[in-house]
């Protein structure tokens, strides 16, 4: 069994080291041939992470052709801001690089079985990877997952088949040790547990057996009204094509709005580029106007919009999960 631990700059130093013992100690535990390596999309060379720039060498080039496990790290830095230093930033820099390409490709090979700890399945998700797949995250991510249209569980492990992903930081460990009882059994899981005198916590989740009842209460996040109603404000004039600009910590968006009422309810279009979405269930509130809306650029997301609309005036915001709010203005141009 040969693992690939895959660096990036700004990864999280434990979601990396701390899989990468748990497989070391496997190695010496068990009879098969085992072989872990911290490797980069760009080769081997020193990989700067996260926490006080230390660095870590790669050994070599992830490797496709390797059959075995692939395991993706989170990124450690600032969540309350959208600068260079934040985690969210630092996730979408590693998701633009050949490494979004290699792991793709790495999804499609039915030999490897990708695995990720804490922001690692937001590398994944932000590049549309984790598209009605269940997976987990860090708590404070959760949110970012649903808006990239993956199936969220709120689990310690969540095991999708060929796909593993793991909840916060140390989650790392749990992760490593599910992998390994899962393709070493659960003598050698055990003995590495007992070596770390650490024990595995909670339930890994998998698609299977019984299902619990659904909650019958609605999603907070969705009204209870009829959303589409416009009833509360018919004062407010929100018909027209309008030019608005969505300031991105990645760099501002151009999207015309057209926004029109058919039978006493809003529907609406948003074009960027040569893409054009409908605007799901917008509902005026006072001069309030809020929908949400699939986006692929900068990244696969459902954002949520809120907007104020001040005679040919528009300003509000754009909302995803964790991620920080797009400032987003614009006016009307007929």
């Not at 990708?114 to 959760?142: F, K, P, Q, W, Y």
């Not at 990244?299 to 104020?308: D, E, G």
Request: net charge negative; proline share 4%.
């Amino acid at each position: 069994m040969h693992v690939q631990i895959v660096l990036f700059d700004g990864f999280d130093l434990l979601d990396a080291i701390a899989p990468y013992e748990v497989f070391s100690s496997a190695a010496m535990l068990s009879n098969e041939e085992i072989t872990v390596e911290l490797v980069s999309a760009d080769g081997a060379g020193m990989v700067t992470s996260g926490i006080n720039r230390l660095k870590l060498q790669a050994t070599g080039t992830f490797d496709l052709s390797r059959k075995g496990i692939i395991l993706v790290p989170g990124a450690s830095g600032t969540i309350h801001d959208n600068g260079p230093d934040s985690i969210p930033v630092k996730l979408k820099k590693a998701a633009e690089t050949e490494l979004s390409n290699l792991l793709r490709e790495a999804m499609k090979k039915a030999d490897i079985l990708l695995s990720t700890v804490c922001g690692g399945s937001l590398i994944l998700a932000m590049d549309g990877l984790l598209e009605g797949r269940h997976a987990v995250t860090h708590h404070m991510g959760m949110g970012l997952l649903s808006a990239t249209n993956a199936i969220p569980v709120n689990a310690r492990i969540v095991d999708d088949g060929d796909l593993v992903t793991g909840g916060g930081v140390t989650s790392g460990l749990d992760v490593a040790l599910y992998l390994v009882e899962r393709e070493l059994g659960p003598r050698i899981a055990l003995a590495v547990e007992q070596l770390f005198e650490y024990e595995r916590r909670g339930t890994v989740w998998k698609a299977e057996g019984n299902a619990p009842k659904e909650s019958q209460q609605e999603n907070p996040i969705e009204a209870t009204r009829d959303h589409s109603s416009y009833q509360a404000n018919q004062n407010v004039n929100f018909q027209g094509k309008w030019d608005t600009t969505i300031s991105t910590p990645i760099g501002n968006l151009s999207v015309l709005l057209d926004l029109t009422s058919k039978n006493g309810q809003i529907v609406g279009t948003a074009k960027q580029g040569e893409e054009i979405v409908t605007l799901d269930k917008p509902v005026l509130e006072g001069n309030q106007l809020k929908w949400s809306m699939k986006v692929t650029k900068p990244m696969r997301l459902t954002l949520k919009f809120i907007v104020t609309i001040v005679g040919n005036k528009m300003y509000g915001e754009a909302k995803a999960g964790m991620l920080p709010s797009s400032k987003l203005t614009g006016h009307r141009i007929s």
